[in-house]
């Protein structure tokens, strides 16, 4: 699924998601659907299309330091591995809320990806990770990336 917009079933008891969300598969190339975004300016696409090129980057990067980690022998069979693996972007912006009590930006869950790389902005707090049965808040680093792996 690839666009603008909100992706939630209202349920009667479920809070509502608040927010807005930009989702587009970047890599690799033929998952692409372009023609959904004929609107977007061309600098946006190239700071994008950079954008994508360092993140994919940074995540081989991150895989050759687990395969140390993990004392892989070949770390090539690990790069190969995830070598036609799929990169998507999104981004959600998540207004301030009257009545927050009735909202959720996101719901729970486990990412499905092997690399999760999220930049948190405007040092806003919305983060969370359940450790020991509890949700945490996880405070955002100035420019700094969260890694979630597996």
């Known amino acids: 699924m690839q666009g603008f917009g909100q992706l939630y079933v ?16 970047t890599f690799p190339l033929h ?3 372009p023609h959904l975004f004929p609107c977007i ?3 946006f696409r190239d700071n994008l299309e950079n954008y994508c090129l360092e993140m994919n980057k940074l995540c081989f990067t991150i895989i050759k330091f687990m395969a140390k ?3 892989i022998q070949q770390q090539s069979e690990m790069l190969d591995f995830f070598k036609e693996g799929e990169q998507t972007i999104r981004m959600g912006y998540y ?4 009545q927050p009590d009735q909202v959720i930006g996101l719901d729970p869950h486990s990412d499905i990806s092997a690399l999760t790389i999220l930049l948190q902005v405007n040092e806003m707090q919305g983060l969370q990770i359940k450790k020991d049965g509890l ?3 996880v405070n955002p680093l100035p420019d700094a990336f969260v890694v979630n792996v597996g």
Do not use: H, S, T
């Open 69 to 71: 980690a993990l004392k």
């Open 95 to 98: 207004p301030p809320c009257p």
């Open 10 to 25: 209202p349920l009667e008891e479920q809070k509502l998601r608040w927010g807005d969300a930009f989702l587009i598969k």
């Open 135 to 137: 949700w945490v808040p």
């Open 41 to 43: 300016p061309q600098p």
């Open 31 to 33: 998952i692409r659907l």
